[in-house]
């Protein structure tokens, strides 16, 4: 009932909970078929958690930076990070500003690489008129303890609207 519930609030057609949001940004990971030797672009500022889970499936975490101005990830130096290895660019939106995820998109489908939304700080956030999370092609939200919503102590949800990813 809860993913039902959560599937009507995001607009994702499928919504699956995991018992902790970096739970769901592994099996993100895994869903998109990341392996070992694979690259995942993610930000320099981010919690570790990101990086973690990327190790956990043997993929090297290759870090860009960050806009100043607003701490998320500058999809130019995005693309100046992306090799042959590169699988996944993990995007994070910090501090409840969903990042501009447009560009990052663009960049990821003209070189088909799947991009993951870490929305874990942007429950309920909008981008464009629409929920924070569901332009990428995977999302994760947190519902830890200290997060705007919560499940009592952990908890989180990863969020598709491709079947395929939504089944691994």
């Known amino acids: 009932e ?12 499928y919504s699956i909970s995991v018992n902790s949001a970096t739970s769901g940004l592994h099996a993100a990971l895994v869903a998109a078929g ?9 930000p320099a500022l981010t919690v570790v958690m990101n990086a973690f889970v990327t190790i956990q499936c043997g993929a090297i975490p290759v870090f860009a930076d960050i806009n100043p101005h607003t701490w998320n ?15 996944v660019i993990m995007a994070v939106s910090l501090f409840g500003l969903p990042l501009d995820i447009e560009p990052i998109l663009k960049l990821a489908k003209d070189r088909g690489i799947i991009v993951i939304d870490d ?17 990428s ?5 947190s519902f ?5 919503m919560t499940s009592g102590s952990e908890g989180g949800m990863v969020i598709t609207s491709n079947e395929d990813f939504a089944t691994k």
């Open 2 to 13: 809860f993913e039902e519930k959560f599937c009507e609030l995001s607009g994702a057609k």
């Open 137 to 141: 092609d995977l999302a994760v939200y």
């Open 144 to 148: 830890e303890n200290k997060k705007h």
């Open 119 to 135: 929305s874990a700080e942007t429950i309920c956030g909008l981008y464009n008129d629409q929920f924070a999370g569901t332009h």
């Open 73 to 87: 990830i500058d999809v130019n130096t995005i693309e100046e990070k992306i090799t042959d290895k590169t699988k």
């Open 34 to 42: 990341v392996q070992p030797g694979d690259e995942v672009i993610q």
